[in-house]
């Protein structure tokens, strides 16, 4: 595919929109309007990938993010794994990562998939 203009994008992206609602799981994929937004949806992801990359979380991303989830504090996760308030505080600003053992436990306890947490 050619490189994507940003009005071939804006263009795509507004015709997405107009398919939308045209378009369910009842319709054949062999339908015209199920066949443009198909094309029209490669066009708006192929663009998107390219100028809004999504970068992997850090360890200490997905951590703050699964605290602020579960809508608990950096002490009672300290609480939970054993460690000291401060050694989680370390994990959340990137000042040292967790071990092996205190990964797993965090993976465990804050329902973060091990391989978020390897960077997979």
Do not use: W
Request: hydrophobic share 40%; glycine share 4%.
């Amino acid at each position: 595919m050619n490189k994507i203009t940003k009005e071939q994008y804006e263009f795509a992206l507004a015709r997405v929109e107009e398919l939308l609602p045209l378009v369910n799981d009842n319709i054949p994929t062999n339908d015209k309007n199920a066949v443009e937004l198909t094309v029209m949806s490669d066009i708006v992801i192929a663009y998107e990938k390219e100028h809004f990359p999504i970068k992997k979380p850090t360890i200490a991303e997905l951590i703050e993010l699964s605290l602020e989830e579960k809508g608990m504090s950096q002490k009672q996760l300290a609480g939970e794994i054993g460690i000291s308030p401060s050694r989680v505080n370390d994990f959340v600003s990137g000042r040292s990562e967790p071990t092996l053992k205190i990964a797993r436990l965090l993976c465990q306890i804050l329902n973060i998939p091990p391989a978020a947490m390897l960077g997979f």
